[in-house]
């Protein structure tokens, strides 16, 4: 297999200039330059962009904290890619790994590494699969130094924390797996079909975000506008490429975790009080070692339901 880096550059194309690469979002923190302060890289979900990030990043500016976040190809102000490879979990962990070590080296310090939903999947499969696990790596395939990291050390997964809001851990077995190949598959059929406007309008009345009705009216409105803003396509090979049946196994992924947590590596699970669902995985999360907030009040999407009590626990690991 060949180093993440030469393994990025295929991914994604142009990384850093065409509309299948990553776009940032820069964080309103001062800046003291570089090796100074580590960055905390924040990663969106499925249809979103950067901009749902925009208060965390304030309110992680005011904590003194470093944040951007980024455009994964396709959303955002990447929006318009409809390469298949760029919008799959192979080619979105391989561009998460270029971001690290494009960190690292500009700032002289292993960044943390905050991921919501599909980019907290997308997060933990980048451990999972040791991209930004240097040290667990064999074969020879290249991570981040010591000197490219200065004297910021990195942690033994080649960041600095690892935080999963809301992410899925995998399948539970081959047949879980299945199922959720299936409805991704009828998914994006659907989005081809009718066009984003219908596809996105169903997606936000899922039952998972039935507490952003109590969001703010011009949080909803702008949360509204960018779902909108997508293309349908995109929509539909993201979800074929990058859907939870591509990721490794739920065993393996809690495996990763606690070998993480073991090593020393800061790994907090967040979820809403109001979610089920992954209430039920942080405690799975919990279980191989990780830290867990289950915040109050919140559901899905805690970072925009609750961002003051998110940022807080962002802030206590960066």
Not at 7 to 17: F, K, T, Y
Not at 68 to 95: I, K, N, Q, T, Y
Request: hydrophobic share 50%; proline share 4%.
């Amino acid at each position: 297999m060949a180093g993440w880096a030469e393994s990025a550059a295929r991914g994604v194309g142009e990384a850093r200039g065409g509309s299948c690469g990553a776009s940032g979002r820069a964080g309103t923190a001062p800046d003291a330059g570089e090796g100074t302060q580590r960055d905390v890289i924040l990663l969106h979900g499925f249809g979103q962009s950067a901009q749902t990030w925009d208060e965390v990043v304030a309110l992680l500016g005011g904590l003194g904290v470093a944040a951007r976040a980024l455009d994964w190809p396709g959303f955002g102000m990447r929006r318009g890619c409809r390469d298949a490879r760029a919008l799959s979990l192979e080619g979105m962990v391989a561009l998460l790994a270029d971001e690290v070590r494009a960190s690292a080296e500009h700032r002289g310090a292993a960044p943390v590494v905050v991921g919501y939903s599909m980019g907290g999947r997308v997060a933990l499969e980048a451990l999972v699969r040791r991209l930004i696990a240097p040290a667990w790596r064999a074969g020879g395939e290249r991570g981040l130094s010591d000197e490219a990291v200065g004297s910021g050390a990195p942690g033994p997964a080649g960041i600095a924390g690892l935080v999963l809001e809301s992410a899925g851990l995998g399948p539970a077995d081959a047949t879980a797996r299945e199922t959720l190949a299936r409805r991704n598959a009828a998914r994006a059929a659907d989005a081809r079909a009718r066009g984003t406007a219908a596809f996105m309008e169903d997606w936000a009345r899922l039952p998972l975000f039935a507490s952003q009705r109590s969001l703010p009216p011009d949080v909803r409105a702008r949360l509204a506008e960018g779902r909108a803003a997508n293309d349908a396509e995109t929509l539909a090979l993201s979800l074929e490429g990058a859907g939870a049946h591509r990721q490794a196994d739920e065993a393996c992924s809690l495996a990763a975790l606690a070998t993480a947590v073991e090593a020393g590596l800061p790994v907090l699970y967040v979820a809403g009080e109001l979610d089920a669902k992954y209430a039920a995985v942080a405690a799975r999360a919990a279980a191989a070692g990780c830290a867990t907030r289950v915040v109050p009040g919140a559901g899905h999407s805690v970072h925009l339901e609750r961002p003051t009590a998110f940022a807080d626990a962002v802030a206590a690991i960066a």
